[in-house]
């Protein structure tokens, strides 16, 4: 039953690769109830032999507790339970995470700090004297909700004061998230990211902890930023299309061109069509060099501190970029006889090109460029970013899902995390434009416009932004000085970006593909 669970769930990344088999690699009870609950960590091995470990919370239950599950969280269910002799009751075994009995049995658990124990293993429960002081106030109940639009990991909300993030891949080591909260929390704050309240860790007998679970300050927010640009997205179509049919003015969308772009005023049109997201744009600019900033701001800490490029760096970066280049080919390839004829023939576009993809590659070693790597976000979009109403907070410091830890640690150019949210616009134009192809019925001119001005939001919400950032970071030394560089750097990381996208949806969402394979086959068909 395993199996057929996990594939369906989309915490799971494993999509495109398939299960071969499923096993149980610890297990740890929880106090809940009178049938029981436990953490199960799974092993679960693909076709292509490699193992990845998940986290997956299960309780049994019987009684009311088993018609509720069955009732109100059918999605949750496993499978139905014969108790035998021992009760007439039938019962089943579900995931209890949308149930509340269970969220309160875990903030009970937080609170007492108790550390269970179970054949030489052990969890962990570390708080700070800040969620401690949020658990003893007890001006109102703490109740659990199951935040809904998380994608690769399941969060619990609790009162409103603070939030619990579990972590579904999990491994040995330091997780990022922990160590750059702890440092953004303690030594250098950082206002504009919620406060690492504490964690919750597994600890097999003499083995490296395994993070389970981090805790956060709960901030009042609206929804993350890609929600927000999505509506005004909604809102800039539908006002385009309401209008005379008009095309878009045409904009340069390579790096030389956007950063050209960076470096003029929006037009009036640009201020018409797209308003007050024009702001928003600049606000996150701000925002992602202030953060880039801080983390870089401890000379002093091995971890923290920036580190020249090398040449040898500069080789590490390309050999990353061809591994991730095979990588998405081969999944392509794999899948490709399921997916839609439309996406098939987009899939035969990039096959053609892989050779041009490598040689886009190949510049970030044929020059020496000077700049800085420093640790940073790493898997930085619009889905990572709180929109608070008049601000944004950025979250999630795990890096990118599908990569181990041992790499998410390591300091890169933070141009990464530009070219992040630089393809987050496009990511979000797209799944809009998508959006209103259900609602295009009468005008065949339609199709076009809307592509073409959702080019264009896309264009000068990523020139406002780069400006922003620009400006902001000033003469930082991760930012390149020369222009050469700059361009260099951050057109193989929009590249790479839109490639691991390609891998990321076959594996995790594989209707959404046609996006990023759009986006790849648009940066190849520009000049850098």
């Not at 999509?15 to 809940?32: D, M, N, T, Y």
């Not at 690769?152 to 997780?175: A, D, M, Q, W, Y």
């Not at 704050?189 to 709960?218: D, I, K, N, Q």
Request: contains cysteine; hydrophobic residues 40%; aromatic residues 10%.
């Amino acid at each position: 039953m395993l199996p057929a669970y996990i594939r369906r769930s989309r915490w799971f990344g494993g999509k495109a690769r398939g299960i071969k088999h499923v096993s149980v690699a610890s297990v740890l009870p929880l106090p809940f109830g009178g049938e029981g609950a436990a953490i199960v960590l799974l092993d679960v091995e693909d076709s292509q032999g490699v193992t990845t470990t998940y986290q997956l919370p299960l309780a049994c239950a019987r009684g009311e507790r088993s018609e509720l599950a069955r009732r109100r969280w059918p999605g949750c269910v496993l499978c139905r339970i014969d108790f035998g002799a021992e009760s007439t009751e039938a019962g089943v075994l579900y995931e209890p995470l949308p149930d509340r009995a269970f969220g309160k049995a875990l903030l009970e658990l937080i609170a007492s700090r108790r550390r269970i124990k179970n054949d030489g293993d052990e969890l962990l429960i570390n708080t700070s004297r800040t969620l401690r002081t949020l658990l003893s106030e007890g001006n109102a109940p703490l109740e659990p909700t199951v935040l809904s639009s998380e994608q690769s990991n399941t969060s619990l909300i609790f009162g409103g004061k603070f939030l619990l993030k579990l972590v579904r891949r999990v491994e040995p080591g330091l997780h990022p998230d922990v160590e750059i909260g702890r440092f953004l929390t303690e030594r250098h704050p950082f206002p504009h990211t919620p406060a690492l309240l504490g964690t919750f860790e597994y600890v097999p007998g003499g083995s490296e902890p395994v993070v389970l679970g981090v805790m956060h300050r709960f901030v009042e927010n609206e929804g993350d930023a890609w929600r927000y640009t999505k509506d005004v997205l909604g809102r800039y179509f539908e006002s385009i299309l309401a209008g005379e049919p008009k095309p878009a003015p045409e904009l340069d969308l390579s790096v030389s061109g956007l950063l050209q772009l960076a470096q003029q005023e929006p037009p009036r049109e640009a201020r018409d069509t797209i308003g007050a997201y024009l702001e928003s744009a600049r606000l996150l600019g701000q925002r992602t060099a202030e953060l880039h900033l801080a983390l870089a701001a401890d000379p002093d800490d091995p971890a923290f501190a920036p580190e020249a490029f090398t040449p040898f760096y500069q080789r590490s970066i390309y050999q990353s970029m061809r591994n991730h280049v095979t990588k998405a080919m081969e999944t392509l390839r794999a899948t490709h006889d399921g997916l839609p004829p439309e996406v098939q023939a987009q899939a035969h576009k990039l096959f053609e090109r892989e050779a041009v993809i490598q040689q886009r590659f190949q510049a970030v070693y044929e020059r020496r460029i000077v700049t800085t790597r420093i640790r940073h976000h790493g898997d930085y979009h619009l889905g990572q970013v709180l929109y608070t109403g008049k601000d944004f907070l950025i979250i999630d410091f795990e890096g990118e899902p599908m990569r181990p830890l041992s790499e998410r640690a390591i300091k890169r150019s933070p141009l990464r995390d530009v070219a992040g949210m630089m393809r987050s616009f496009d990511y979000a134009t797209q799944a809009a434009r998508f959006d209103q192809r259900s609602r295009i019925t009468t005008r065949p001119i339609d199709e076009s416009l809307v592509r073409g001005w959702g080019r264009y939001f896309y264009g000068w919400s990523s020139a406002v932004f780069l400006h922003a950032y620009l400006e902001t970071a000033g003469a930082a030394s991760f930012v390149p000085a020369a222009r050469e560089d700059l361009e260099t750097l951050l057109g193989a990381f929009l590249l790479e970006k839109a490639l691991y996208e390609v891998g990321y949806e076959l594996n995790h969402r594989p209707d959404w593909v046609a996006i990023p394979l759009d986006g790849v086959l648009q940066l190849l068909d520009t000049r850098r």
